[in-house]
């Protein structure tokens, strides 16, 4: 067991001792803590293999219901039983500790607002604490002395609202499925997955999903809102932690009682049409496929598959999706935005990090992208849009990667391995809904042993082959690796309609160049050096800044 689900719908909190000692759920979690901890060596093992789940519920309800003769017998224990007896007690809610712990709330069945929600998720963390430290006074015979406040709640809440979704026909059996009306996180907040990098992309397949493809009566929704769409993600309970990631990632939408249109839905944990990822397209609306496989345990998948989808919805209205970074830099009162095009690993989030170790004290730096954006061809200029709100980052490189402003408000995914992640909020939607002007538009290099930091370029038409190369050395980000080229650095969209994309690509082009915009290639060398490589690069920016 690494999840454990609670729903409050039936809970009348606060919760006394007693009552949690009674419920069923604190003995299937006491089973659940024997059976995973049975082929293990316990250093309390005599409390162990004495108790086991029935019995010790049992002597748990004696201590809380403050039983004479249980209490007699736990005073006349010596100090190393009682010290083995709380070493078993702390090897239990540790244990608790270590779970993904899920509490929920129906919000059709309780008129409350999403704060009063928050209450009661503080209020259920508040019971366990205090049904931990009565066990744990008792056997001790006295106060504690020093008093620590841990995370022994719920590691998120999730007050759950029917939604009113336009959904294609073959999936209208999804409307039964609630979505998430309001997340509640308590850091630090861990998920440990199957894979800890993402491997291939997604492409068309005419393979709808039926009634029998996904457990949709134990599963949750959420919907969230890019620039002007609405897209709707699905996830059976297993992927309960990337449900919760993606309130850190994308503005999640406010549910209404009218029936919404939605421009994409992803459904994560189908079973029985395919062991790959896919999308397919009905009634307008683009679906996209993650089945139940461990090799697609990871929240890269889930990402990147919205993010696929909406580019798809771009590409429809002639949108030139940009896989890269947008920064507004400013100082006084002049501002410019750059826009750095790269796949992942070219090193487009460290050179900016090093803009803000070199300059922070003279420039201020915002975020108009992380990740994914748009450019729009607008009266004969180019302006750009965002997509997410935060940002999935790489702890590997923290000291050169972002800086983690707000971390006591992320998610963070594998810790412990190569390649681990945090979920971090960075910018408002108003940020990424904006237009802003594309003062410069760059290539980002990870491999040419440069240190010009900046190279423009003089052809158009040479400009536009280098950036449809979309070459860079991989940096075991994904499963690629060596020098990699991929179609205009994006495989999220315009490689999947590479055709269509060629085809207005030249406009967007030809419309910087009028405007004068400068064009070139941002040497970040994070292949040849990951920790000093990109200053250079992100000199040449600073000194671009004051020269336009």
Known sequence: MSKFLISLTDIDL???????????????????????????????????????????????????????????????????????????????????????????????????????????????????????????????????????????????????????????????????????????????????????????????????????????????????????????????????????????????ETLTDNVEHIDFAVLFGTQGIESDCYYYKEDGIYVGVLPKESHIDYFGYAKKMVLTLFNLVMIDRKLLPIHGAGIKIRRENKHKNFFILGDSGAGKSETIEAIRMLYNQDYQIDTIFDDMGTFHLIDGKVYATGTEIGAFVRLDDLDQGYSLRSADRAVFLNIEQENSRVVIPIEDFEMTYTHHPVDVFLLADNYTPSEDGIEFYDDLNIAMTDFILGRRVALNTTSESGLVSTFFANPFGPLQRKDEVKKYLPDYFKALNDNKVPIGKLYTRLSLDRKEGPYSGAKALIDLFEKI
């Open 14 to 252: 606060p919760l006394s001792s007693q009552k949690i000692a009674n419920s069923d759920k604190f003995l299937k979690f006491l089973k659940s803590y024997f059976q995973e901890n049975e082929k293990d060596s316990q250093p309390n093992s005599e409390f162990f293999h004495f108790y086991k789940a029935d019995r010790l519920v049992d002597f748990i309800k004696r201590i809380v219901n403050k039983d004479p003769q249980t209490l007699e017998s736990i005073s006349n224990l010596s100090e190393q039983k009682k010290d083995d007896m709380i070493n078993f007690i702390d090897s239990i809610y540790d244990y608790w500790r270590s779970l993904e712990r899920y509490v929920f709330l129906d919000a059709d069945k309780n008129n409350i607002k999403n704060k009063d929600f928050l209450h009661l998720f503080q209020e259920f963390a508040s019971s366990i604490v205090s049904f931990y430290r009565e066990i744990y006074e008792t056997i001790i015979n006295q106060e504690q002395t020093v008093y620590r406040i841990l995370p022994s709640g719920g590691n998120a809440g999730i007050f759950l609202s029917k939604s009113h979704l336009s959904l294609p026909s073959s999936l209208s059996f999804l409307n039964e499925v609630k979505a998430m009306k309001c997340v509640v996180t308590h850091p630090p907040f861990i998920i440990r997955t199957k894979e800890n990098k993402r491997r291939g992309t997604f492409f068309y397949q005419d393979r709808k999903v039926h009634p029998d493809n996904f457990d949709y009566k134990n599963a949750y929704a959420v919907i969230i809102n890019i620039y002007d769409t609405r897209g709707v993600i699905y996830f059976t309970k297993e992927y309960l932690g990337f449900l919760v990631s993606l309130g850190n990632l994308f503005q999640l």
